[in-house]
């Protein structure tokens, strides 16, 4: 790597401490988990010092650093994403920037074999950034629960809207009158979400049973009671699950819909699919954002097969109306 190069990598890091910096602490001020907030304080002060170690190198190769600042819009942003996201995505994906940070470091320490003064420090900067990634491990693990109920949640919701959006697309190629193919897309979003609910109840029943049974094989093998609490926490999960996926189903549900309430059938396709796509690129954002999948590439994946189904539908609905000469006026 040559000499330039070093020095805008230099300025990178330095900018991206400067950031990490910033973003720690301001997050740290807004959450109301205790533990991690002190840690995101913690972090933000070794985030200082690795700054420090940016900005000497930058100085000693005669840079100047004053206008070198944290990226305030970026933080910001985060900050304003984690009010709706949550905090444990936001740690995913803060989890996700470390594991990032610590490869593009290790490639860059190797330009400094020479140095090893340099090189040492760098390889500290390493071990505080696995350190960083262990600290949001540990906070993910605590919130994996939460996390997976938000990704119930989003599944919910994008089923009922690539369903529902497909088949409105179908029935709009069919039926002249907006409203009646509104109304028809409410019985296919009603009955989904009973199918749905069920489903996801019986899944869920399942394993909760599982569990059930594996707590009290463990209290006798140990002597002791079932732990009565556990139990009927399994008990009330599938029940939870069950309605919480018919209720954002119709959420997702309805989002095509009410395109049709209003609108003549062309403007009202031409909406919903435009919500749509940009509903399930935000959502499938979060699931992959939660399992640290690339989020513009899910995103545009989920918004494309959404239109694509909607496509397939529209073509059906139109080959009945012009092969078999079905519609309804």
């Known amino acids: 790597m040559d000499e330039a190069s070093l020095i805008q990598k230099c300025i990178k890091y330095y900018r991206d401490e400067l950031t990490d910096e910033l973003f720690y602490i301001r997050l740290s001020e807004r959450i109301s988990d205790k533990w991690l907030a002190e840690n995101l304080a913690r972090l933000s002060k070794i ?84 350190e960083h990634e262990s600290v949001f491990s540990s906070a993910i693990d605590k919130s994996r629960n939460l996390i997976e109920r938000n990704r119930s949640v989003i599944y919910g919701i ?46 869920k029943n399942s394993e909760s049973q599982l569990r059930i049974s594996e707590e009290r094989k463990r209290a006798i093998l140990r002597n002791e009671d079932a732990q009565e609490g556990k139990i009927k926490k399994y008990k009330n999960e599938a029940l939870s699950t069950g309605l919480n996926t018919g209720a954002f189903y119709i959420v997702g549900a309805a989002i095509p819909i009410l395109p049709f309430v209003f609108l003549p059938n062309l403007p009202a396709l031409i909406t919903s699919i435009i919500l749509v796509a940009f509903t399930q690129a935000i959502s499938n954002g979060i699931v992959a954002l939660s399992v640290g999948q690339p989020v513009a590439r899910e995103s545009i994946k989920s918004a494309s097969l959404a239109l694509l189904a909607t496509l397939a539908s529209f073509l059906v609905g139109q080959a009945f109306h012009i092969f078999l000469h079905i519609s309804v006026l």
């Open 47 to 130: 985030e200082k010092k690795h700054s420090s170690f940016w900005k000497g190198l930058l100085e000693n190769k005669g840079i100047r650093t004053e206008s070198i600042k944290p990226r305030k819009l970026k933080v910001s942003f985060m900050v304003f994403l984690s009010r709706i996201i949550g905090t444990p995505l936001t740690v995913k994906l803060l989890e996700n920037g470390e594991v990032e940070s610590v490869a593009s470091y290790r490639d860059f320490s190797a330009s400094y074999s020479n140095r090893p003064e340099i090189g040492n420090i760098i390889e500290g900067i390493i071990k505080d950034e696995v």
């Open 158 to 203: 994008s089923d009922g809207l690539v369903e529902v959006l497909a088949t409105l697309a179908g029935l709009s190629a069919i039926i002249s009158v907006h409203s009646i193919v509104a109304l028809g897309g409410t019985v296919v979003a009603v009955s989904g979400m009973v199918s749905m609910s069920v489903g996801a109840y019986l899944s």
